[in-house]
């Protein structure tokens, strides 16, 4: 079975594909520094999958341990998600976000082309696709970025495509993310996020289960369905299947190749739509308050997803109530996150 290396494995996207790879006998080593993240989800993956991984606390930045690593074990593959992610926090410390981000990819990509490890499977964002291009987006429309933090994403992008357009014998897949919500089916492993949410679904739930008074929608005047900004949400398990898929493919393809996926369901709700079926699924009142817009947001961003569906014959099959229902269950039984 293949070996893969998987940075930023404790994080919330990471663990749930963590458990996705056990599921398939994939063998899975974990490198995370734990700067966002706690060991607690790596424990809670073995309790869903009754497996095990290799983790180490080390940092992508030490070049020393990855060439390690990839010393002791034969990896096959890396799904690289170590990175810093909040997009406000990236407008105060960029310089911070522009190190740990793209130093620690070159630095992984360094060491990966020394240990002859070329299959990468990278997260970018659907906040490559900027504010210039129209919704649906699809995979060729051009990048750009507003703030540091979707920059990293844009220009990790074009180090793949130069490292590809360097050594063909580099294997890359790019997958785009829209909005990744919800938490696992069992509600063991789930989004933790420090502090007070910057996003949607987390702090709705948070309204939900008492912890926060009041949601604030941030807009009510958007040219969408109810004036409220529309995102395309994709359910974790829905996405982190999508990286087996894409594993799947460098696996079985004859010529290498670089491409770019967007992960979405292809559907868009409004933040009222999405309020409404937490509302449900929850039974709980969600209080909420429009107020200003959120400086950068767009009104409206979904994926086209005929690619992925395509390509990687992988399409996102729950819907928002599966969403608003897997997420209020991981609430519920971890209120205080893995704390
Ligand atoms: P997360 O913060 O939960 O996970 C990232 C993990 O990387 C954390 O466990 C953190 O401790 C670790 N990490 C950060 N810097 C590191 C370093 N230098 N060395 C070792 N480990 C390090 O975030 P997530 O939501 O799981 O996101 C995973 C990836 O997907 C990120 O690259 C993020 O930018 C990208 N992404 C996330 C979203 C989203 O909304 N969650 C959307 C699009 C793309
Ligand atoms: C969703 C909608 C808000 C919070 C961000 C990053 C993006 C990607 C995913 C990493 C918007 C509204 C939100 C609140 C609100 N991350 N909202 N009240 O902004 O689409 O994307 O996460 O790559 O790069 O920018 O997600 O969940 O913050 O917002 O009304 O308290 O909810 O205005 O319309 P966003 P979000």
């Not at 060991?39 to 993956?45: A, C, D, Q």
């Not at 991984?53 to 002791?72: G, Q, V």
């Amino acid at each position: 079975m293949q070996t893969i290396l998987v940075t930023g494995g404790a994080g919330y996207i990471g663990s749930h594909t963590c458990v996705e790879l056990l599921e398939k006998n994939y063998e899975v080593i974990v490198i995370d520094n734990l700067i966002n993240s706690s060991k607690e989800s790596l424990n809670r993956v073995k309790k869903i999958t009754g497996k095990s991984i290799t983790f180490y606390e080390k940092d992508i930045l030490d070049k020393d341990a990855l060439d390690k690593i990839f010393n002791d074990h034969k990896i096959d593959a890396v799904i690289h998600f170590a990175g810093l992610k909040a997009v406000g926090e990236s407008t105060q410390i960029p310089l911070t976000y522009y190190h740990n981000n793209l130093t620690g990819t070159l630095i992984l990509l360094q060491a990966m082309q020394q240990a002859s490890v070329f299959n990468l499977v990278f997260s970018s964002s659907a906040t490559v696709y900027g504010e210039v291009n129209q919704a649906p987006y699809t995979e060729d429309m051009p990048l750009s970025a507003t703030n540091p933090y979707g920059l990293t994403k844009v220009m990790i992008e074009q180090f793949l495509q130069d490292t590809y357009e360097s050594h063909n014998y580099w294997n890359i897949s790019i997958l785009r993310y829209f909005n990744p919500v919800g938490a696992h089916k069992s509600g063991l492993i789930g989004e933790d996020p420090n502090g007070i949410p910057n996003n949607l679904m987390p702090y709705v739930s948070q309204v939900a289960v008492g912890k926060l008074k009041q949601l604030k929608v941030f807009g009510g005047d958007y040219p969408t369905i109810d004036g409220t900004g529309v995102r395309d949400y994709i359910h974790v398990t829905d996405l982190a299947l999508g990286h087996i898929k894409a594993l799947e493919k460098i696996a079985s393809q004859t010529q290498t190749s670089i491409e770019a996926y967007n992960l979405g369901t292809g559907n868009g709700s409004s933040v009222l739509e999405v309020v409404n079926a937490f509302k449900e699924a929850s039974s709980k009142d969600i209080p909420y308050d429009i107020v200003d817009r959120r400086p950068g947001d767009l009104a409206i961003a979904y994926a086209n997803a005929g690619k992925a569906k395509a390509q990687l014959g992988w399409e996102a099959n729950q819907t928002l109530k599966d969403m608003c229902q897997d997420t209020w269950n991981w609430q519920t039984n971890n209120p205080n996150g893995y704390r």
